[in-house]
């Protein structure tokens, strides 16, 4: 099956901010090496209100340590960042069970990202989306076209096209797509390999990996990526290379 519901899309495009958490830091990893974070913030929830203030309207939100272990390592983080907006967030990292997504989504997390589990236990997935509907995303972090999965350490054989299309009407609300080889370089976004991924499936798919500059965001607005329900941005943020104000003009098409 080929998607084609996407072509349609009329909503606008999202800009998630990324807090990814370390030891209860908010960092950036180079390519998904945890021996190559960079400290940007030590209080994520001020972090994550500094994002609501400046106009985001959702926050994406990584367990690094929990992607690594296969359970919730900064936990205390995430509700601390809860507490701390009234925007909607979605999370990720060491979610790989379904009463660990029921606590999440308890405690306010608007969707939860399976990664791993999708690719150890695919029929998880689909419970999870029957159980939580419209709440569960899959994240599909690749390495030259291949799954990544446990944190990035393990390479699998499948590619990101034929996982995708395993969960293809099962309910996932959205598909987090990561080229890891661009991730934290600064590179720009792989969009190549992601609108190849979008239109293999009908999952609205979220760029993730390399987003850089404004150039990205008016790459983003042309009309080829419109299927598209938004981009990730992190390391561009923290070092100021992408001015806020700029990229959500952009978005909504305000004269900048």
Request: proline share 4%; net charge negative; aromatic share 6%.
């Amino acid at each position: 099956m080929t998607a084609s519901l996407n072509h349609g899309k009329t909503r606008p495009m999202i800009l998630f901010p990324a807090i990814d958490l370390k030891d209860g830091q908010c960092v950036r990893l180079r390519q998904g090496e945890m021996d190559a974070a960079t400290v940007f913030n030590d209080d994520p929830a001020q972090q994550a209100a500094s994002f609501a203030a400046d106009g985001f309207s959702w926050l994406h939100i990584v367990d690094l340590n929990g992607a690594f272990e296969g359970r919730p390592v900064n936990a205390a983080a995430v509700e601390a960042i809860l507490d701390a907006i009234s925007i909607p967030a979605q999370l990720g990292g060491g979610i790989r069970n379904l009463q660990t997504i029921e606590v999440w989504l308890d405690k306010g997390i608007r969707r939860v990202i399976l990664g791993t589990v999708a690719v150890r236990d695919p029929d998880l997935v689909r419970e999870a989306c029957r159980v939580f509907p419209g709440r569960v995303a899959v994240g599909i972090d690749a390495r030259q076209g291949k799954v990544a999965i446990e944190g990035w350490a393990e390479v699998s054989t499948l590619t990101a096209i034929d996982l995708a299309r395993r969960f293809e009407d099962v309910g996932v609300a959205a598909i987090v797509y990561t080229d890891i080889d661009r991730d934290g370089v600064l590179r720009g976004l792989n969009l190549e390999a992601t609108i190849e991924l979008a239109r293999a499936v009908s999952i609205p798919v979220i760029a993730s990996g390399g987003f850089a500059s404004i150039d990205d965001v008016k790459q983003l607005m042309q009309p080829e990526y419109a299927m598209l329900e938004g981009a990730i941005a992190g390391r561009a943020l923290y070092d100021g290379r992408l001015d806020v104000g700029q990229a959500l003009r952009v978005l909504t098409g305000e004269p900048t």
